[in-house]
């Protein structure tokens, strides 16, 4: 059973235009919520995240949004620029994960096109 | 800035083998990863350690086995390599009590095995 789903293997946009990479989850227990970028031949990056009390979180050109009723996040970014284009992985923390472990998505490659 | 460090960037194995990847943090973190990715099936957890000599099954441990000996170390070993263990390898680590457990990434062991 897949706790965390990204439905949409791959995106293409075009440079300044929105992008929008979206992730669900099956677990209500999740209540820490994180994307992370991964370039070819890298390790992943943590890129941002939001704690299920809120439900938008913004760093610049980047927002998250969270759904909790629909257990429901999306990744916003405004405007795309071609160095955007990369793997996106949606990830969740259960509530006291003295562990550290976080269920991962399959990732989003998105493609910025310029 | 956290380092994660992976010993080997490529590999190649044979059959049969027996295979040590390595890690090291620099950053005195707690919990230590093992992953590996492969194309449509995300990042797949095979073990993790929250402190030195303690360690734990993640998704997919059959086959692999880990050493944490130092607090800055975690080995992940294929006692007898197989061709289905032909992956890219990621190491990980985080902070125990930040409450985001953002996990650091090392830059990945793409592992062939003939």
């Known amino acids: 059973d897949q706790q965390v789903k990204q439905n949409s293997p791959s995106l293409s946009v075009q440079e300044g235009r929105i992008s929008i990479l979206n992730c669900d989850y099956t677990n209500s227990m999740f209540d820490y919520f994180l994307w992370y970028k991964k370039y070819p031949a890298e390790g992943p990056t943590f890129l941002i995240s939001?704690?299920?009390?809120?439900d938008k979180n913004e760093d610049g050109r980047f927002t998250v949004f969270l759904n909790k009723s629909a257990k429901h996040l999306s990744l916003h970014i405004v405007p795309s620029q071609p160095g955007d284009s990369a793997v996106y992985f949606c990830a969740a923390n259960p509530h006291n994960t003295n562990a550290g472990k976080s269920t991962f998505g399959d990732g989003t490659t998105l493609t910025v096109k310029p | 800035d956290v380092k994660v460090t992976q010993s080997s960037r490529y590999l190649v194995k044979r059959t049969g083998e027996k295979v040590f990847l390595e890690c090291v943090q620099d950053?005195?973190?707690?919990?230590m990863f093992w992953y590996r990715q492969d194309p449509g099936l995300g990042l797949r957890l095979i073990y993790f350690?929250?402190?030195?000599?303690?360690?734990e099954k993640g998704d997919i441990p059959e086959g692999y086995s880990v050493s944490r000996e130092k607090k800055e170390r975690f080995s992940l070993i294929l006692e007898s390599a197989s061709t289905n263990q032909t992956s890219m390898y990621l190491c990980a680590s985080s902070f125990s009590g930040s409450g985001t457990n953002i996990q650091y990434f090392g830059a990945g062991t793409r592992l062939s095995v003939l």
């Open positions: 350690s929250y402190d030195v000599k303690m360690k």
């Open positions: 950053m005195d973190h707690e919990n």
């Open positions: 939001i704690s299920s009390i809120k």
